[in-house]
């Protein structure tokens, strides 16, 4: 959370509960509230005004942060894709890696440990997922049919 964000958090819980230094307050409430998440922290602030008849401590605060914050991951939790369990790539197969010429030149020799081959997965990425590469040209990545059917592999 940036510090613009925490000090609007702060804001409303001074505006809604008046504490006795708001100076201070503010001041130790800064430090706390930058380590978390600006959405759960607002969310958190609005649900607790209905329950405090002051202005709260700080662990009545991150309780209720905690209540929103696992509320959302679960929620998160529940809309993870099925085939890469939201890491937006599938592994479609392995393969050994090659001894280049550079390497054969410098008497090295390809590892005998196979190296995974992942590819973005075709539920969550079903657009076009060709990127740039850092001189500019274009890496085509497979097709999402393509990927389906090395993962039947």
Known sequence: ??????????????GMHRPPDPVATRN???LHL???DAECASQAAINGTK???RFPTWPAFYTEYRTVADAR???????LCS????????????RLP?????????????????VEEYAACPECN????SFRRYDGSVAKALDPAKVLELMRK
């Open 34 to 36: 930058r380590a978390l």
């Open 98 to 114: 090659i001894t280049t010429e550079w390497m054969r030149k410098r008497e090295l020799k390809a590892s005998d440990i196979a």
């Open 73 to 79: 991951d679960v929620a998160a939790a529940s809309d």
């Open 51 to 53: 329950v405090w008849d």
């Open 126 to 129: 079903p657009s076009d997922t």
């Open 28 to 30: 130790a409430w800064r």
């Open 1 to 14: 959370m940036t510090e613009e964000q925490a000090d609007q958090v702060i804001d409303f819980l001074i």
């Open 83 to 94: 085939l890469c369990e939201g890491d937006g790539f599938v592994m479609v197969g392995t």
